[in-house]
């Protein structure tokens, strides 16, 4: 009904917008990564001419993401940060993605947007609230007076790792849960039945046949919020501050930001792109893979 150029003509819009907001400013890091700097100001001289790229500031950088050197104590900070994180909001948005999706009924809609509603305040409102639960004085440290748990309270807003992991897990849950409930949605309800009548409990059906449908919408909920959680920068510089819980994402924000060299910056970015690349890759595979078993 339709001639084929008309979809390339609709994606055209698409295209130009990662053209213009995607590819030419990572291209941009990518000159300044394997560009010079100048010698006396210490400002980047961006290399646009890949003929004329250098890789010894990557490659001197790259050094440093080996075990014992400086950036890698950064680089396994991040790493345990952002798999706690990521467990802890599995741990909690599987179970509301599971209820929503096969137990609620008449109030599926309003749970539905209640889940949508934290994306109408700002992230930015969000993590400056939690400064205010972490206070020294703040509603946190009173009710663990009141509940009689601890005299002194810890210090939550200086340099304390489970205040920048909870609040990682406040931010991005509701980025696992929606495409979690999507995956959830999308299992055939008859699979479901044919398990209950060949005698599976309730426990069963889920362990073998719920579960092992649901592995890639985990495995897509889970690169949702892992990949942007490895190049967060702000969260833990509002509920914390510290130098103690710093992220891969400060380390470069401070070259970008104030630091002697912004080409250090760039290539920090390259080498978290690649790793996160490698993530994604590894997400299309097993997503393919499960698809090619799945295919009749």
Request: with cysteine.
């Given at each position: ?170 931010g991005y849950i509701p980025y696992l849960i929606l495409p979690l409930l999507a995956a959830l949605d999308r299992i055939d309800q008859s699979l479901l039945d044919a398990a209950r009548d060949l005698g599976a409990s309730p426990l069963q059906t889920f362990l073998r046949v719920t579960l092992p449908l649901s592995k890639t919408g985990v495995l897509g909920a889970v690169v949702v919020i892992g990949l942007p959680m490895f190049g967060d920068y702000y969260t833990p510089n ?59």
């Amino acid at each position: 009904m339709y001639p084929k150029w008309l979809w390339r003509v609709l994606a055209l819009p698409g295209i130009a917008w990662l053209i213009a907001l995607f590819l030419v400013p990572f291209y941009a890091v990518i000159g300044v990564a394997l560009g010079g700097v100048d010698p006396i100001f210490q400002n980047p001289v961006p290399a646009w001419n890949p003929l004329q790229w250098k890789f010894s500031s990557l490659l001197d950088t790259l050094e440093g993401f080996l075990p014992g050197h400086e950036y890698w104590r950064i680089f396994l900070r991040t790493t345990e940060y952002v798999a706690v994180a990521v467990s802890v909001c599995l741990l909690i948005g599987y179970p509301v993605a599971y209820y929503v999706s096969r137990h609620a009924r008449r109030s599926k809609p309003w749970l539905i947007a209640l889940l949508v509603l934290p994306f109408w305040i700002s992230y930015l409102m969000r993590m400056l609230a939690w400064t205010n639960l972490f206070a020294p004085a703040g509603l946190v440290n009173e009710l663990l007076e009141l509940a009689h748990v601890t005299r002194n309270p810890p210090d939550w807003l200086n340099g304390n790792p489970v205040s920048v992991i909870l609040a990682l897990v406040y931010g991005y849950i509701p980025y696992l849960i929606l495409p979690l409930l999507a995956a959830l949605d999308r299992i055939d309800q008859s699979l479901l039945d044919a398990a209950r009548d060949l005698g599976a409990s309730p426990l069963q059906t889920f362990l073998r046949v719920t579960l092992p449908l649901s592995k890639t919408g985990v495995l897509g909920a889970v690169v949702v919020i892992g990949l942007p959680m490895f190049g967060d920068y702000y969260t833990p510089n509002v509920v914390s501050g510290s130098p103690q819980t710093s992220m891969i994402g400060n380390l470069i924000d401070i070259f970008f930001h104030g630091g002697p060299q912004p080409s250090i910056g760039a290539s920090l970015t390259l080498i978290l792109t690649m790793f996160l690349a490698a993530l994604t890759a590894y997400y299309l595979f097993t997503v393919n893979r499960a698809h090619r078993e799945s295919a009749p």
